[in-house]
T-cell receptor, first 115, second 114 residues
Framework: KNQVEQSPQSLIILEGKNCTLQ??????????LRWYKQDTGRGPVSLTIMTFSENTKSNGRYTATLDADTKQSSLHITASQLSDSASYIC??????????????FGKGTHLIIQP | GAGVSQSPRYKVAKRGQDVALRCDPI?????LFWYQQALGQGPEFLTYFQNEAQLDKSGLPSDRFFAERPEGSVSTLKIQRTQQEDSAVYLC????????????FGPGTRLTVL
């Protein structure tokens, strides 16, 4: 069964500090991996997308990595800001499609930035 | 509009009531998806439309859930005889083409069943 596991479940850090969120997956066949940011009361918004051949991708202070061999991804946030407080969801896509467009969602990491 | 919109944003229902949740996808987007998101969880797939055709409804939890997209644009998710376990955020997403994977999400409707 395709699964996406994220850790930690929740994280609290001080403003200005860095943090790294983890995502492990068992989705096969793999197509791409996307990190979403979901602010409270809003829908998820895509931050990065990586295919099999990419092992790092940056979007401002967000840097995602992908190790397709170990089926692991991380999202690193640099110099955190209060506005980074949100849930971060890892979503892995399979080539086989399916009703959900072959997407398997993780449960998310709830990040809180404290001033 | 520029993004996916959903209404109402919040809905409180008494157990046993019927509710209807609306989704306006991005204009021109062929694919439309409904998800259910429980508190502290990731979105769980409910159903998928390609234009007006409902191609997959395997995620609908029971026959009390019904979705339609009669003209291939606006979609409605209806829940009959609501129960407390139906309380969740219902997210709608649309994408330009099936298989593009670039899904754009609406803000969701938070349903609370008392």
């Amino acid at each position: 069964k395709n699964q996406v596991e994220q850790s930690p479940q929740s994280l609290i850090i001080l403003e200005g500090k860095n943090c790294t969120l983890q995502c492990n997956y068992t989705v096969s066949p793999f197509s791409n991996l996307r990190w979403y940011k979901q602010d409270t009361g809003r829908g998820p918004v895509s931050l990065t997308i990586m295919t099999f051949s990419e092992n790092t991708k940056s979007n401002g202070r967000y840097t995602a990595t992908l190790d397709a061999d170990t089926k692991q991804s991380s999202l690193h946030i640099t110099a955190s800001q209060l506005s980074d407080s949100a849930s971060y969801i890892c979503v892995v896509s399979t080539l086989s499609g399916g009703g959900a467009d072959g997407l398997t969602f993780g449960k998310g990491t709830h990040l809180i930035i404290q001033p | 509009g520029a993004g996916v919109s959903q209404s109402p944003r919040y809905k409180v229902a008494k157990r046993g009531q019927d509710v209807a949740l609306r989704c306006d996808p991005i204009s021109g987007h062929v694919s439309l998806f409904w998800y259910q998101q429980a508190l502290g969880q990731g979105p769980e797939f409910l159903t998928y439309f390609q234009n007006e055709a409902q191609l997959d409804k395997s995620g609908l939890p029971s026959d009390r859930f019904f979705a339609e997209r009669p003209e291939g644009s606006v979609s409605t998710l209806k829940i009959q005889r609501t129960q407390q376990e139906d309380s969740a955020v219902y997210l709608c997403a649309s994408s330009l083409l099936r298989g593009s994977n670039e899904q754009f999400f609406g803000p969701g409707t938070r349903l609370t069943v008392l």
